[in-house]
């Protein structure tokens, strides 16, 4: 099955998840690595910034698949 295959509901529930799980295993990952806080929190800032990016190419990569297909049913 395609990633063109899902609902778009479920794929969005799911990259939603994905989203709230990854945030959350690195900000625990981060937290507790031997580091100074102030280089702790640079590295959280960068690596968000680094994941709000992905997924922000990510759901443009979606919403293009989902016109494609609305175009395709239209015609």
Same mark, same amino acid.
């Given at each position: ?13 799911? *990259? %939603? @998840?994905?989203? #709230? $799980?990854? *945030? %959350? @295993?690195?900000? #625990? $990952?981060? *937290?507790?690595?031997?580091?100074? $806080? ?24 979606l919403s293009r698949r989902a016109r494609r297909k609305l175009a395709e049913l239209r015609d």
């Amino acid at each position: 099955m395609s990633d063109d295959d899902y609902e778009g509901g479920s794929a969005g529930s799911f *990259l %939603a @998840g994905a989203v #709230i $799980g990854a *945030l %959350a @295993g690195l900000a #625990i $990952g981060m *937290l507790y690595a031997p580091q100074s $806080g102030e280089r702790t929190r640079r590295k959280l800032r960068k690596r968000l910034d680094e994941f709000k990016e992905d997924a922000s190419d990510r759901a443009d990569e979606l919403s293009r698949r989902a016109r494609r297909k609305l175009a395709e049913l239209r015609d």
